[in-house]
């Protein structure tokens, strides 16, 4: 499904970001996917096709605090137009922020229970 968003749509969609959530192993899985610009040898740019390119992955699990990398949006991916008050022209999620987020997510969704033998 995600190469869809990323090739057929002559070109309006810059970028797909997917939050997938797993109760069950209780875990966040973050993606941000582009189109990768970059023309291949041997291809013509008659026959370049849409090619989506994974550009950012993390996981944040319910009970790690989270020490990786920031995850960053590039304003313009956002926006036809780029508005001047986002600083730095882009969004950027801290890793405080990304463990805030994830704390959040799991107070929605009670602890599973074990199951006694």
């Known amino acids: 499904m995600l190469p869809f968003w990323i090739t057929n ?7 797909v970001i997917v939050l997938s959530v797993n109760r069950r192993d209780r875990r966040i899985l973050v993606k941000q996917w582009e189109e990768d610009t970059k023309i291949r040898p041997n291809r ?3 026959n370049y096709s849409r090619i989506p ?9 319910v009970s790690v605090t989270y020490e990786g990398l920031p995850f960053e949006i590039p304003a313009e991916k956002l926006y036809d137009v ?3 008050n986002i600083p730095g022209g ?7 922020y990304l463990n805030a987020f994830n704390t959040n997510i799991w107070a929605g969704f009670p602890q599973r ?3 006694q033998q």
């Open 113 to 115: 229970q074990q199951r």
């Open 82 to 84: 780029l508005p001047e």
């Open 44 to 46: 013509s740019i008659a």
């Open 9 to 15: 749509n002559d070109g309006r969609t810059r970028i």
């Open 53 to 61: 390119r994974l550009m950012q992955s993390l996981t944040l699990n």
């Open 90 to 96: 882009e969004f950027l999620f801290t890793p405080d």
